[in-house]
């Protein structure tokens, strides 16, 4: 059964830093593109950055150079590593594979406020 468990979240001032993960089962994870996504309260869910199988990177415009995704093929798990965090970065972040998607999980919620 495929199972997204993501953690790390919490709350933090403006240029706070925070490092999420996902822990994912139920698929061979080394061969999957993985993804993380965010939800704002009110808004549709977003594609924030993406990480290949070969270790290749995307980031949406909006973190760039803020945030880094990275993955430990041997732990199962995906990062995301974010610094300068602004309080538009506030929201509920989860992971997912790329491209076909499984159920989401719990996600892991991130405030940013002074």
Do not use: H
């Amino acid at each position: 059964q495929v199972q997204l468990v993501e953690s790390g979240g919490g709350s933090v001032q403006p240029g706070g830093s925070l490092r999420l993960s996902c822990t994912a089962s139920g698929r061979i994870f080394s061969i999957n593109a993985m993804d993380w996504y965010r939800q704002a309260p009110g808004k549709q869910r977003e594609l924030v950055a993406g990480i290949t199988a070969g270790g290749s990177t995307n980031y949406a415009d909006s973190v760039k150079g803020r945030f880094t995704i990275s993955r430990d093929n041997a732990k199962r798990t995906v990062y995301l590593q974010m610094n300068n965090l602004k309080p538009e970065d506030t929201a509920v972040y989860y992971c997912n594979y790329y491209p076909t998607l499984a159920s989401w999980g719990q996600g892991t919620q991130v405030t940013v406020s002074s």
